[in-house]
C-alpha cells in the first residue's frame, strides 16, 4: 500500500459546481496537510496548509482533515474554468520535517 | 527574483551525456530541496539542503546524481551519463529554514533521446 493514495481522474465538472478531491494515507505520523495546484507546464502552487483535524476555509477553497479516517479533502465551491488544474495532496510528520509526501494529483477540468 | 527560479526551463539530451539543472532560490531562504515528478507519478524527494550542507541525500536515485548548493544560494543538480529513465520534470523549491510551506520553482523539463 503506498503511502498516500489520490484518484488521478481525470474529473470534469460543469462551470459552478461543487468539487470534492480527495487524499487518503496509511502513515498516522502525519500531522500537517498540504493542496498543491499545478497548471500544465508548471510548478505546483501551496493552496492550503492545515494541521492535524479539523477544517480550514480560505475564499472558494475549504480544507478537512479526518485523522481517525486517515482523509483529507479538498472542496472548491462555484468552480471556475481557471480552476483546471491538477490537485497533489502532501503530507508531513513534524513541524520541522523537511520531507513532504505527495499524493500522484487528480486532473480537474471544469467546463464553461 | 521574487519566486524561484530554475534553468533551463527545458532540455533535450542525448542517451550518455552529462545535465546541469539549476536553481535560484526565493531570496532569504535557507532551506533548498530539489524533487523529481515523471509522467503519471507524484512528486518524488531528491535532495534538502539546509545552507550549504545536504543532510539528506536519500533521495537521489543512483550515484549518476549529485547536487551541490554553494554560498547558501544557488544549487545545482547534475545528472551524470543520462539514461532515458530520468526524463522528467526536476522542481526545485525552497522555504524558510526548515519550514512545511515550501515554493517550487517552475521546473526544468528534461527529455533523454
Known amino acids: 500500500q503506498k503511502e498516500v493514495e489520490q484518484d488521478p481522474g481525470p474529473l470534469s465538472v460543469p462551470e459552478g459546481a461543487i468539487v470534492s478531491l480527495n487524499c487518503t494515507y496509511s502513515?498516522?505520523?502525519?500531522?500537517?496537510f498540504m493542496w498543491y495546484r499545478q497548471y500544465s507546464r508548471k510548478g505546483p502552487e501551496l493552496l492550503m496548509y492545515?494541521?492535524?483535524?479539523g477544517n480550514k476555509e480560505d475564499g472558494r477553497f475549504t480544507a478537512q482533515v479526518d485523522k481517525s479516517s486517515k482523509y483529507i479533502s479538498l472542496f472548491i465551491r462555484d468552480s471556475q474554468p481557471s480552476d483546471s488544474a491538477t490537485y497533489l495532496c502532501?503530507?508531513?510528520?513534524?513541524?520541522?520535517?523537511?520531507?513532504?509526501?505527495f499524493g500522484k494529483g487528480t486532473k480537474l477540468s471544469v467546463i464553461p | 527574483g521574487a519566486g524561484v527560479s530554475q534553468s533551463p526551463s527545458n532540455k533535450v539530451t542525448e542517451k550518455g551525456k552529462d545535465v546541469e539543472l539549476r536553481c535560484d532560490p526565493i531570496?532569504?531562504?535557507?532551506?533548498l530541496y530539489w524533487y523529481r515528478q515523471s509522467l503519471g507519478q507524484g512528486l518524488e524527494f531528491l535532495i534538502y539542503?539546509?545552507?550549504?550542507?545536504?543532510?539528506?541525500k536519500s533521495g537521489l536515485p543512483s550515484d549518476r546524481f549529485s547536487a551541490e548548493r554553494t554560498g547558501g544560494s544557488v544549487s545545482t543538480l547534475t545528472i551524470q551519463r543520462t539514461q532515458q529513465e530520468d526524463s522528467a520534470v526536476y522542481l526545485c523549491?525552497?522555504?524558510?529554514?526548515?519550514?512545511?510551506?515550501?515554493?517550487f520553482g517552475e521546473g526544468s523539463w528534461l527529455t533523454v533521446v
Open positions: 523549491a525552497s522555504s524558510l529554514a526548515q519550514r512545511n510551506t515550501i515554493y
Open positions: 502513515n498516522s505520523a502525519f500531522q500537517y
Open positions: 492545515t494541521y492535524s483535524s
Open positions: 502532501a503530507m508531513t510528520s513534524g513541524a520541522g520535517s523537511y520531507q513532504l509526501t
Open positions: 531570496s532569504g531562504h535557507t532551506a
Open positions: 539542503f539546509q545552507g550549504n550542507s545536504a543532510p539528506d
